[in-house]
């Protein structure tokens, strides 16, 4: 570690580095949350600020951030909402964290097979309210079968809900935000990404965030209907009664929670947006204990 540090010295000392274009540099990046959030050290200075985000990338001088992350955002496929303007800094930043935490998750093989055999099983995850149960139990699962899951607090300018990417040949990452802290949302948006797995993977990075939809997302879309309530359940959802009885009895027999059965009827626009909410589970970032979801913990 004292050999890495000297070296990181080393590279500021000797790179040309321009002051004024790092302090720009720090400006597209969240760095309050990044300290909030403990991905960087504070420091008593812009310097040692910059020296912490550089260290935080892995990268010698701001031209390497550049030239390393500017190829992955224009390979990226967005999916979130178009009203609200994502920064690529902050999008970096979190896609980072998401490598970051996925480096301590022991992974099998990836076994895309195993993987499609596991998901129906994972749905009724969904029925269980408190992230720091499910959670490990989902990434245990997905790990089985060389998929690293991964929930990560995205900072302030990253609008995006997941990512995926393989990290190598036989390992996948799958980054959650938990963007809108609900359990339809938080359900729906793992199996799309597990749908990019599957259908999309050998494309590289794919991130939900800003932009038009894409034939691959459409596919993701419905691959995640399919997955959360499957196809012989679709005609009782198409005519269900909009009764809690009958919206409760729904979920318990698919085997999933009733927000997800919310959040389709929504979709199908056989609810209103603002209707039913009450029955999603709602999550609060507050209330969660990060040690409990982070990977280094299980």
Request: charged letters at 25%; one cysteine or more.
């Amino acid at each position: 570690m004292n050999r890495e540090l000297q070296y990181r010295e080393d590279a500021r000392r000797y790179a040309d580095l321009n002051p004024t274009r790092e302090k720009e540099w720090l400006q597209e990046l969240p760095v309050a949350d990044m300290i909030k959030f403990g991905w960087i050290d504070a420091g008593s200075s812009k310097e040692e600020v910059v020296a912490s985000c550089i260290n935080y990338f892995g990268i010698t001088d701001v031209g390497a951030w550049r030239e390393m992350y500017r190829e992955t955002l224009q390979m990226a496929a967005f999916r979130t909402s178009s009203t609200f303007e994502s920064q690529p800094g902050a999008v970096v930043a979190w896609l980072r964290q998401g490598e970051l935490q996925s480096l301590p998750i022991k992974c099998a093989p990836w076994d895309a097979t195993h993987f499609r055999e596991v998901l129906p099983e994972l749905r009724s995850l969904s029925r269980r309210k408190d992230p720091s149960l499910f959670i490990p139990e989902l990434r245990r699962r997905c790990a089985e079968c060389g998929v690293a899951v991964v929930v990560v607090r995205a900072p302030t300018g990253c609008r995006a809900s997941g990512a995926t990417r393989f990290l190598s040949s036989d390992r996948a990452l799958l980054l959650l935000s938990f963007r809108y802290l609900s359990d339809d949302h938080f359900w729906f948006t793992f199996f799309h990404e597990a749908g990019h797995l599957l259908l999309h993977g050998n494309r590289g990075l794919i991130l939900e965030g800003i932009g038009a939809p894409t034939s691959e997302e459409e596919e993701a879309n419905d691959f995640a209907a399919s997955a959360l309530i499957p196809s012989p359940f679709q005609p009782e959802l198409s005519t269900l009664r909009l009764e809690l009885r009958a919206i409760a009895s729904f979920a318990r027999r698919v085997g999933v929670s009733p927000g997800i059965v919310i959040g389709q009827l929504q979709h199908q626009q056989r609810v209103a947006r603002n209707h039913w909410n009450d029955l999603k589970v709602r999550f609060d970032w507050d209330t969660v204990k990060t040690d409990e979801i982070n990977p280094e913990n299980e």
